[in-house]
């Protein structure tokens, strides 16, 4: 499988020598960009990680010339938003975000190789490099995936309801209206009807537009431990903090799928569809969630562990670069077929909770 040499450095490619990956080349000169990060409101545990995180690789398999990302790899990995992403890497330019952002947003899914099980029965899986940026859909559905998975296996047998707090539409900046919506539910929790009939949960951040006004719309969804919560109580309150704003939704949750299945709709999603559609509200909303957390937990909640990765106790070897499976599949190659064929799969339960077509 080639030498034991380390991996070579993710390169960084200078303005005037773009990668030839880039899906909109060449970048800008790099830009500080960005504010302060923001933390969630007192009281809340942040689930999910800044968007810039420190690129990395769950494995590493010996250096080869089969080391250089192709775009078949790529593919693989980003196929099926392939567009999105595209608007996605060019409003991470516009809005001047680091260059070590978009690099490792570039990246994501390269370095790309099978591994297989050493025991039996023989499975499959592959590692490669993650931007685990908020705004690739790729490491968003393996995101909440693992999120639903963890909250699945530590939801305690509770009474939940999920609760949606939204905002009156306005025309004030988006940074503005998100401070004011934080600021808002910081405000609800210290009331006397949430404190006593909320014991701890997991609040959501969504940012939808209107396509009638154009304008934004941010709201959040929160998961529920509790007693019986009045929806007419909670609109009042919520009217008399706000001062304009009095649209509140309680919904009954009659078990810990229906509570997963809510999770996996908006713990990796930030934004709903049709902001993609527009370049200077994707750029918009790129700024002002620069640093944010969008996914939190709170009161008795705190102390769940959701955004582990378990592990699967399993012992893995490489055994080819992505890439060549890929080739080899497409040329006809029996073995490499069924290989490509289980690592497609997912888990009917996975599929009906993260909204994938159910296996064939």
């Known amino acids: 499988m080639g030498t034991t040499a380390p991996w070579p450095r993710i390169r960084t490619n200078a303005p005037d020598s773009p990668s030839p990956f880039m899906i909109d080349p060449p970048y800008p000169d790099p830009s500080a960009g960005g504010d302060a990060p923001r933390t969630a409101p007192p009281g809340l545990t942040s689930l999910d990680t800044l968007e810039t995180p420190v690129s990395g690789i769950v494995y590493s398999p010996p250096a080869t010339p089969d080391d250089i990302p192709t775009d078949a790899a790529l593919i693989f990995r980003h196929g099926f938003w392939r567009a999105r992403r595209a608007a996605t890497a060019a409003a991470l330019i516009e809005a001047k975000t680091p260059y070590s952002r978009q690099s490792r947003f570039e990246l994501c899914g390269s370095r790309a190789w099978v591994l297989k099980t050493v025991t039996a029965p023989t499975q499959y899986r592959i590692a490669c490099d993650h931007c685990r940026d908020r705004f690739c859909e790729a490491c968003q559905v393996e995101r909440r995936r693992t999120v639903c998975m963890n909250l699945r296996a530590q939801l305690p047998a509770v009474q939940l309801r999920f609760v949606t707090l939204t905002l009156k539409s306005r025309s004030a900046p988006l940074t503005d209206q998100i401070d004011q919506i934080w600021a808002y539910f910081k405000q609800l929790r210290k009331?006397?009807?949430?404190?006593?009939?909320?014991?701890?949960?997991?609040?959501?951040?969504?940012?939808?537009?209107?396509?009638?006004?154009?304008?934004?719309?941010?709201?959040?969804?929160?998961?529920?431990?509790?007693?019986?919560?009045?929806?007419?109580?909670?609109?009042?309150?919520?009217?008399?903090?706000?001062?304009?704003?009095y649209?509140?939704?309680?919904?009954?949750?009659?078990?810990?799928?229906?509570?997963?299945?809510?999770?996996?709709?908006?713990?990796?999603?930030?934004?709903?569809?049709?902001?993609w559609q527009n370049r200077s509200s994707l750029v918009e909303v790129i700024t002002a969630l620069a640093g944010r957390r969008t996914f939190n937990a709170f009161g008795s909640w705190r102390k769940l562990s959701l955004s582990r990765v378990a592990s699967d106790d399993l012992e893995w070897t490489p055994i080819a670069p992505l890439h060549r499976l890929i080739t080899l599949a497409a040329s006809g190659d029996v073995a490499a077929r069924q290989i490509m064929a289980q690592i497609r799969g997912v888990n009917l339960d996975e599929a009906i909770l993260l909204g994938l077509p159910p296996p064939k």
């Not at 609040?203 to 969804?221: A, G, L, Y």
């Open 191 to 245: 009331t006397e009807v949430w404190k006593s009939n909320v014991t701890g949960g997991l609040s959501f951040f969504e940012i939808t537009r209107n396509e009638t006004t154009q304008m934004f719309h941010p709201h959040v969804h929160v998961l529920v431990e509790g007693k019986y919560l009045p929806q007419k109580v909670l609109r009042t309150e919520w009217l008399k903090i706000t001062g304009d704003s």
């Open 247 to 275: 649209i509140v939704d309680v919904k009954f949750v009659r078990d810990p799928i229906a509570a997963a299945g809510y999770v996996a709709k908006y713990a990796g999603k930030a934004i709903a569809a049709n902001v």
